[in-house]
């Protein structure tokens, strides 16, 4: 079996050069990638790259939290969700980190609320953002009963990793694991049956950009960490992968 990248940006203009050799690259060493959409635009692309590379590609759709130019778009978007019948709904949140006027973050948790209650109705998985917003974001996921919630590029403490668990989460690893003692103190605590492998391409990748088969370093690592064999992480993230987007 070949890892997932769960979370990546293929669509974004970093890959405007080679977005092919890129793609092909990761047809041959991945089972598959999810490309996660962030506001209506790039939800059209992740769309048509899942329309180009069916046997690779799965398409999110969501409203990326920092997207504040994009925020009027929320009901043309969820009508697009309706219509596209995406595998899962995201990336959506919360980010305290890039906003921190109350009146924005306010609105950001009123246009995660509406998306949640979306997912909740259609019976889709959430792929969720909280950069300086754990907590907040999984006390409010708790609120409501969602099939799958991927808390994507999780940077909270381990014992709200554990608390996210606990209630049925699954913890995005990036490619941070390969640097960060946080994420890595993290992969410590959490059972591998909770984590799902993740590059947020072309993000995270010691100031390069980075690709989607960057996920096979992490897979290294976690086996190194957790002192098991790496064909055991990518048996299992993938499994998990392969649940959450229902592939």
């Known amino acids: 079996m070949k890892p997932v990248d769960a979370h990546c940006h293929i669509d974004f203009e970093q890959f405007d050069e080679d977005r092919e050799k890129i793609l092909q690259e990761s047809k041959e060493k991945l089972e598959f990638l999810v490309n996660a959409g962030s506001s209506l635009e790039h939800n059209n692309s992740a769309l048509k790259l899942q329309e180009e590379y069916p ?25 697009q969700i309706r219509d596209a019948d995406p595998a899962a709904i995201g990336e959506i949140g919360l980010d305290h980190h890039h906003v921190e006027d109350r009146e924005t973050r306010e609105k950001q948790e009123k246009i995660f609320r509406e998306m949640i209650e979306l997912a909740e109705n259609l019976e889709k998985p959430v792929v969720v953002h909280s950069r300086d917003a754990e907590r907040k974001a999984v006390e409010i996921l708790k ?34 694991v390969l640097y960060s003692n946080r994420v890595q103190e993290l992969v410590k605590t959490l059972e591998l049956e909770n984590i799902l492998l993740e590059t947020d391409s072309p993000y995270l990748y010691r100031g390069e950009r980075n690709r989607p088969v960057n996920v096979i370093e992490s897979s290294k690592k976690i086996s190194e960490l957790k002192n098991i064999k790496q064909d055991e992480v990518v048996d299992k993230t993938t499994e998990n992968a392969r649940n959450l987007f229902r592939r």
């Open 55 to 79: 046997d690779l590609v799965v398409a999110n759709l969501g409203l990326h939290p920092v997207y504040k130019d994009s925020y009027g778009e929320l009901e043309e978007i969820k009508e």
């Open 143 to 176: 609120e409501y009963s969602l099939p799958e919630v991927m808390l994507h590029c999780f940077n909270g403490r381990p014992e709200l990793a554990e608390e996210a668990v606990e209630n049925r989460m699954k913890i995005g690893v990036t490619t941070q």
